[in-house]
């Protein structure tokens, strides 16, 4: 069994094929999927994914790229959607000092409330750090303790370092396959087993195999096969621990409240 943690179902590219696409997950041995929120209508469209597939479950959250357009009704409503029985955790949010789509003062200011939406109601996060490590580092510092995971991991061993004393995981996309990976797969290589998680982000980051395709949840099975290669373990053990990390971040209650 296997989880993709990390992926965007509702996006337009699998608007013509979604049930074929969660059907291939599910023969995969990928038996559940985090589809993420990235903004109001995003998180509505998750929450709907979630209710309509088994397997499927929801983060709600407003993305650093939205936060130019956070308000105390965006608040609101986040809040009554995190409520859902199958929203299982608060994301995608963080920080993005590479695109800067939105002001960073704005992409702080989401990222901090969103934080105490989480922790208010007992929810993990999933961060987003694109070329803002520190930054996110120290506003995760401020929050401590955080439960989560900083998604699609792009820092070097020193932020990994940093994170697993936060307590955080670490999310491992396709990313790793890719042959310039090597840094990532160094941070595989050091970071314990129990602190990995696995993700697609599908569409995006298509591992090596399948370069230039949509990635798909399905294809969460060659990030699992390329951290069992760094890390010299049989695939078998590392599904079965990166299982069991998800299910201790997200599903400890049997994936409902």
């Not at 943690?5 to 599910?26: M, Q, S």
């Not at 004393?165 to 290589?189: E, H, M, N």
Request: glycine share 8%; net charge negative.
């Amino acid at each position: 069994m296997l989880v993709d943690t990390h992926c965007h179902l509702d996006h337009p590219r699998f608007d013509a094929d979604i049930g074929a696409v969660i059907a291939r997950a599910h023969e995969a041995g990928v038996l559940r999927m985090v589809t993420i929120g990235t903004g109001l209508p995003s998180s509505r469209a998750a929450v709907a994914l979630a209710e309509r597939y088994a397997g499927v479950y929801a983060a709600v959250g407003v993305h650093p790229h939205e936060a130019k357009d956070w308000d105390a009704a965006t608040l609101a409503e986040l809040e009554q959607l995190a409520r859902h029985p199958k929203v299982v955790a608060i994301g995608e949010i963080g920080l993005d000092f590479y695109r800067d789509w939105s002001p960073r003062q704005a992409q702080a200011r989401a990222f901090e409330a969103q934080l105490a939406l989480a922790q208010q109601l007992g929810l993990p996060v999933i961060i987003h750090d694109r070329e803002a490590h520190e930054a996110v580092l120290a506003t995760l510092r401020a929050y401590a303790p955080v439960r989560g995971v900083l998604h699609s991991f792009s820092g070097d061993a020193q932020v990994a370092e940093a994170a697993l004393a936060l307590g955080l995981y670490l999310g491992i996309s396709g990313s790793v396959t890719f042959p310039k990976a090597d840094a990532l797969r160094q941070v595989v290589a050091l970071a314990p087993l129990e602190r990995l998680l696995i993700e697609t982000d599908a569409p995006y980051l298509t591992p090596q195999a399948h370069r230039g395709r949509r990635n798909e949840p399905a294809y969460v099975r060659y990030v699992a096969e390329e951290a069992a290669a760094v890390k010299g373990f049989p695939l078998e053990v590392v599904a079965a621990q990166t299982t069991a990390n998800a299910e201790a971040l997200f599903f400890r209650d049997g994936g409902e409240r």
